[in-house]
């Protein structure tokens, strides 16, 4: 059926859960479509497209110049690994020339390394690309290469376009989670977004990557993206080594506005050298902070409150369950009475928000729900007498982060264990003097 609103016409099937194998099968639901000269936006998802369906489909895609967003995710369920790469050829095929389709969305179709060649050919092809989701496709890091070098290609192609004079837009979001992408294929997407400077959304939480893909991805890619905007990395591993990269490179993005490092085994000096560089006031419209189950106690909670006094302002959202200490800590109180001062003062702001809940504007405000804290029995002197040259690991981190690796791979979800940090006395000084800047 097609549902109209104010400014775009939608063909959906995604409520149907249809068995759609040949074209006979698909052609009763696209009356519709075929009939529509205005269609903006198709969602296909919630059912299984055999080739001849596809086939089918893709001969009336081809005549809609008005499309500008494919929702194609979930739509090759229970499929053979045999149908998937012609019934995908044929549908970005058809999609291919479209001036105005800006956004693609192909999240839940098992890809992998044996059917990624028509999605590799289309990325690499598509100038008017804006936007891309692939969430869970089974992609592993060869693919992954593949996709990335596929989207460094576009870059070129976008540039060529630019100086024949054509409109081109850039490349703004790239969702890739759970596709277990793992360091192996960091270096050709940090070229990818090397190329992709405008990009201002990046999503690839739970892929698998270690601190060093970590550091790669960062300091070789992002950290080129000026304008970004969301970055969230959660479920993949950071440890001291990855912080130190994050540190680094966070302070050049100035319109970050939400930032995700929860479970990424960030530590308690690691948090407290990434709430050094953000106390810096280099990051003035980060509004959330994701940090939930990264072995953060009380000190670093100090240091993240001083942060949010110092360089902080916008911070409205603070995510900490599942870290290292009491929700009785003074810090923790203290954060809940700032944010929740800001979201009043953001409510008053606007005058209250017409339903009287004075929720304010973007809807996420304060701290997350502490429900799953572990106690911090640990002292802040710990290992006092073995300072350690920072980035360096200790023979039972190294034991305890080979584990870590073990789980991403056979479990391919989040890490369960924890990862030791060594004592860095640059960190604890740092610790020490944000915490005398605490207002």
Known sequence: MANSSSDTTIFTLSTASLKLDTADDIKPHLAALVESTTIAEIRLGGNTLGPGACEHLASILKSKPSLRIANLADIFTSRLLSEIPPALSSLLTALLPLETLHTIDLSDNAFGLNTQAPLVDFLSKHVPLKHLVLNNNGLGPRAGVLIADALTTLAARKEEARKEGRDVPALETVVCGRNRLESGSMAAWAKAFRAHRGVRIVKMVQNGIRQEGISVLLREGLKECSGLQVLDLQDNTFTLVGANA???????????????????????????????????????????????????????????LAAAHKGLQALRRLELNGNRFSEDDIGVSELRELLEGRRLQAVGDEDEDEDGEGEGEGGEWGLDSLSDLEDDDLSEDEDEGDPAVKGEESEEEIEREGKAEKILADADREEDSKVAQKKDADVDALADELGKTII
Do not use: F, H, M
């Open 246 to 304: 994050l540190t680094e490179v966070v302070g050049g993005w100035r319109e970050l506005t939400e930032l995700g490092v929860g479970d990424c085994l960030l530590g308690a000096r690691g948090t407290v050298l990434l709430a050094g560089a953000l106390g810096k006031g280099a990051n003035p419209a980060l509004r959330v902070l994701r940090a939930q189950y990264n072995d953060i106690d009380s000190r670093a909670v100090a240091a993240l």
